[in-house]
């Protein structure tokens, strides 16, 4: 992959335990006294040179933003997983959908989603993600609501085309603003809490289908399935609207009511201490320089072989083999929570190990071996009970390994403000494009309860996950090392020794 190096440019050294926006306000140990860490430093981000007003100024991020988009990604998945709910909790019967009509509603989806990511990176440079992410979100509440008036399998189809369509902003442009704010030891934790949040969704759509099932079925002549589209679409309103006034945008424009001036002037000192570049043009010379380096190419194979790892959205294994073995509707949408919450702890202790050991790679691997070895007994199948439900509550393991990479990506690719963007919405619009038509292949609903061909290629893919990993990691540390000597005692966050934080490469 084309890779040149310019003449060495003025480099930014970091350390990041020892920069502070604010110095005539440190909390500076006396000398020669030794510090006491605290117990919590092993769970949270602890640095002991941090002045109190950017401590401060973390908590406003935690508080306003972090909780923003994690209240945004659960509608996000409430509204995506929906389906799979709907799917065996009535719809299947009512609509006819006895083929493969439920993996053509998630090629549906996905070809919005595709469409949808790259030009909506492009416009979050230019329109403030306070405005361009609401907007979309009240879009697919919206469509959301329509879902309940759907009459045929074709009336779904085309209107999750259009949800497809406005979600494809979101995850995106989730990481981009976050890693706008964040230092890289501090990043990982923030992603994986965002990320979690679509565990939480997807645990609160099965307890929802069940209470509604349970409660409102036949209420106004309507079945319990298009009373869930209803309530999600209720409980998404409220925060669509809040986040008009709450998503901060970025450090550079940002007006959010919580920041001061002080806050401002500190996020873009934070950003600019480790060498996390502001917006600017974005025209030819930026697109050849992002098609100029290797992070484009090798991250985006990475999060195609995430993405499509498993089944569609709307296929659930282990709620078809419930249904297959007899079980209730209530039973069918609840025990799969279990794998959720499973998912749901290892993505926040994954982050939390992830920036303590400041190793994402390794950290990553993790979740590949624990997703690829349920793959292989579930591919296996003809195993005693108890290791098929084992099997089945651990498939969402592999989870934890997707808001890991974008954290990593938003490292990599720091330096520079456009090749971070446009990065991780090719990352995720190439994802979803093979999503787009793979499962079709590998997990059609035809071949539920088993989906022996599906489980052999999980197998095989978690494989492929294991050595692209270890290829980024490598080609990550080489560029590392390639700068030892400009950036000497700098250490951040990386899968060795730090974080490469200057744009040593192809930056004119």
């Not at 989603?113 to 329109?127: C, D, F, H």
């Not at 199948?381 to 989870?399: C, E, H, M, T, Y």
């Not at 079709?440 to 095989?460: E, H, N, V, W």
Request: hydrophobic fraction near 45%; proline fraction near 6%; aromatic fraction near 12%.
């Amino acid at each position: 992959m084309p890779e040149r190096l310019s003449p060495a440019p003025k480099e930014l050294e970091v350390d990041e335990s020892s920069h502070d926006v604010s110095s005539s306000s440190r909390d500076d140990p006396e000398p020669g006294k030794q510090t006491k860490v605290p117990w919590w430093t092993y769970i949270w981000d602890y640095e002991p040179g941090r002045s109190h007003e950017e401590r401060a100024f973390i908590q406003k991020l935690d508080v306003f933003l972090v909780t923003m988009l994690s209240f945004g990604y659960f509608i996000k998945n409430l509204d995506q997983t929906n389906i799979s709910n709907a799917f065996v909790s009535g719809m299947k019967e009512e609509l006819g959908m006895n083929g493969n009509e439920i993996n053509l509603v998630d090629t549906a989806w996905t070809v919005g989603y595709v469409v949808g990511q790259i030009p909506s990176q492009i416009v979050l440079t230019k329109v403030r993600p306070s405005i361009w992410v609401p907007s979309c979100e009240l879009l697919w509440t919206v469509l959301t609501f329509c879902l309940a008036a759907a009459k045929t399998s074709n009336h779904v189809i085309t209107i999750r085309f259009f949800v497809g369509l406005a979600e494809s902003i979101f995850y995106p442009a989730a990481h981009t603003i976050l890693g706008s704010w964040y230092k890289p030891s501090e990043l990982g934790k923030r992603a994986c809490i965002f990320h979690a949040s679509s565990a939480a969704a997807s645990m609160f759509s099965g307890y929802l289908q069940a209470g509604v099932y349970r409660g409102l079925n036949g209420v106004n002549g309507l079945p319990g399935w298009k009373w869930l589209f209803i309530m999600d679409g209720i409980i998404s309103i409220p925060i669509c609207l809040a986040g008009f006034f709450v998503l901060p945008d970025l450090p550079e424009n940002t007006r959010a009511f919580y920041l001061n001036e002080s806050d401002r002037d500190m996020a873009q000192a934070r950003m600019k201490e480790i060498g996390r570049a502001p917006r600017t043009r974005l025209g030819r010379s930026t697109i050849k320089r992002i098609f100029g380096r290797w992070h484009v190419y090798l991250l985006s194979i990475l999060y195609i072989i995430f993405i499509n790892l498993g089944p569609s959205g709307s296929i659930n294994p282990m709620a078809l083999w419930l249904k297959a073995k007899g079980e209730s509707v209530e039973r069918i949408n609840i025990i799969p929570t279990a794998s959720s919450a499973i998912q749901l702890v290892l993505t926040v202790s994954f982050a939390i190990l992830s920036d303590a050991t400041h190793h994402r790679a390794s950290v990553m691997s993790i979740s590949t071996f624990l997703g690829g070895f349920a793959a292989l007994v579930l591919a296996i199948w003809n195993i005693p009970d108890g290791l098929k439900w084992f099997a089945f509550l651990l498939q969402r393991a592999s989870v934890p390994y997707g808001p890991l990479s974008m954290s990593w990506a938003n490292e990599i690719c720091g330096a520079d403000a456009e090749e971070r963007a446009i990065v991780i919405g090719i990352m995720n619009s190439l994802g979803y494009a093979f999503f787009a038509w793979v499962p079709l292949l590998t997990y059609p609903q035809l071949d539920s309860p088993m989906f022996r061909k599906g489980f052999i290629f999980s197998t095989a893919a978690f494989v492929a996950q294991a050595v692209i990993t270890a290829t980024v990691a490598y080609m990550y540390k080489r560029d590392q090392k390639r700068n030892k000597s400009l950036r000497r005692d700098a250490p951040g966050i990386g899968d060795e020794e730090g974080v490469l934080v200057s744009p040593i490469l192809d930056r004119p």
